[in-house]
């Protein structure tokens, strides 16, 4: 069975850069690894996938192993806006497959 | 843009009863997907439909049901509730058509159910 593990917390100061970290041991060579994050009282969001190489978008960057058994999620600058729980997910087509979850606290 | 809308919001059931939920999907996205989302378990895979086929389901037993109709929107029902089904039961759509590459999912507010 798919398994995604990632650290259940983590604390970032605003303005400074975060990396999240996950590991998708199970990992098989067509899945994309996606990243979504849910703030409080809404459904998940967006945030970016990729397969194999690096990926970057307006709101962070994916930077994906070579073995692809981890990824980490990087946020440039942290916002208190970007305060929320972030899922690392292994996506089997049409069936995403959610990790535990890393609750992200930006300090003012 | 109008996004995915889900109702309704709330909604409380006695044990044995059944529910229905529905889902309104971005206008031109024809995969709708449904996903619980409780404390303990987090956030679990229901099913998901794409032109009013089903195409994946999770591992939940048959009491969870759900179909879509021909204007892309999906309706989930529970039967026979139970306790353990209180939850926020998310449904996100997509433009994905096929192949593992599921794209962005976008997930509408929810809707939280309480059995008592």
């Known amino acids: 069975d798919a398994k995604t593990t990632q650290p259940n917390s983590m604390e970032s100061n605003e303005e400074e850069p975060v990396h999240l970290p996950c590991n998708h041991s199970t990992i098989s060579g067509t899945d994309y690894i996606h990243w979504y994050r849910q703030l409080p009282s809404q459904g998940p969001e967006y945030v970016i996938h990729?397969?194999?190489s690096n990926v970057n978008n307006r709101m962070a960057s994916l930077a994906i192993a070579e073995d692809r058994k981890s990824s980490t999620l990087i946020l440039h600058r942290a916002t208190l806006r970007d305060a929320a729980v972030y899922y690392c997910i292994q996506d089997y087509g049409q069936n995403f497959v959610f990790g535990p979850g890393t609750r992200l606290s930006v300090l003012p | 843009k109008a996004g995915v809308t889900q109702t309704p919001r709330y909604l409380i059931k006695t044990r044995g009863q059944q529910v229905t939920l529905s889902c309104s999907p971005i206008s031109g996205h024809r995969s709708v997907s449904w996903y619980q989302q409780t404390p303990g378990q987090g956030l679990q895979f229901l099913f998901e439909?794409?032109?009013?086929?089903?195409?994946n389901k999770g591992n939940f037993p048959g009491r969870f049901s759900g179909r879509q109709f021909s204007n892309s929107r999906s309706e989930m029902n529970v039967s026979t509730l139970e306790l353990g089904d209180s939850a926020l039961y998310l449904c996100?759509?997509?433009?994905?058509?096929?192949?593992?590459?599921?794209?962005?999912?976008?997930f509408g507010e929810g809707s939280r159910l309480t059995v008592l």
């Open positions: 996100a759509s997509s433009l994905a058509v096929a192949g593992t590459n599921t794209g962005e999912l976008f």
């Open positions: 990729g397969l194999t």
């Open positions: 439909y794409f032109s009013e086929t089903q195409r």
